[in-house]
Structure formats: C-alpha cells, structure tokens
C-alpha cells in the first residue's frame, strides 16, 4: 500500500499560480500517477496524468495549456503546476496512484490510492 500526502493549496486570486506536491510513501511510486479534483456539490472529476516513466502525460481539456503534471521518482514526488487559475479551478484536489502500473489512472477505478486532499480555492 502507498501513502499519499498533498501540500501546496491555498487561496488565490484569479490569474494567479500553484504549485500542489504529493509525496508518496510505499512501493508502488513506480506506478502511473495523476491528480483528481472536487468542487462543492460535483463529482471528482480528473484533471491530469503521468505514466510511470515520467514520458507521457494527459489532461483534462479544462486544464490543458494552464496546467503541468511531473514527478521526481528519486524524491517520490509528484507535482501540479497550476497557472492562470480560475475561479472554476476551486476545488479540493487530490494525488492518486493508478492500481496497476501501466495503466494511467483516468478513472476512480483505476485508482488504487487517494490522497487526503489539499484545498485550492481561487478568488475573482
């Protein structure tokens, strides 16, 4: 099982940037990793991907050109750089690492573990 720990949310104004990190504890780091989102009263929605390589990345139409998804596999870290946020983009936003290794975690069922969550909340 892998831990998963977010830090970097907080209040903003619109147009302003975010750097969200995930630090993963466990032996799965290796798997595919990505971000998921909850606004008050809709349903977690994805938001970014990366494979387990770091190579290939995927994103949300919403977020795409604004958004980064990386990680560093030597500190067992995943970031989201965040710019031009958008009132839309307030949410609680969560890290997850995909069940099985290959397989970009797009889906709450390809997830095999959630973060806890780190709150960004951006003001107009």
């Known amino acids: 099982q892998v831990q998963l720990v977010e830090s970097g949310g907080g209040l903003v104004q619109a147009g302003a940037s975010l750097r969200l990190s995930c630090a993963a504890s466990?032996?799965?780091?290796?798997?595919?990793m990505g971000w998921f989102r909850q606004a008050p009263g809709k349903e977690r929605e994805f938001v970014a991907a990366i494979s387990w390589s770091g190579g290939s990345t995927y994103y949300a139409d919403s977020v795409k050109g604004r958004f980064t998804i990386s990680r560093d596999n030597a500190k067992n870290t995943l970031y989201l750089q965040m710019i031009s946020l958008k009132p839309d983009d307030t949410a609680v936003y969560y890290c997850?690492?995909?069940?099985?290794?290959?397989?970009?975690?797009?889906?709450?069922?390809?997830?095999?573990?959630w973060g806890q969550g780190t709150q960004v909340t951006v003001s107009s």
């Open positions: 997850v690492i995909s069940r099985v290794k290959t397989v970009i975690p797009r889906y709450p069922s390809t997830v095999g573990s």
């Open positions: 466990g032996r799965t780091f290796s798997n595919s």
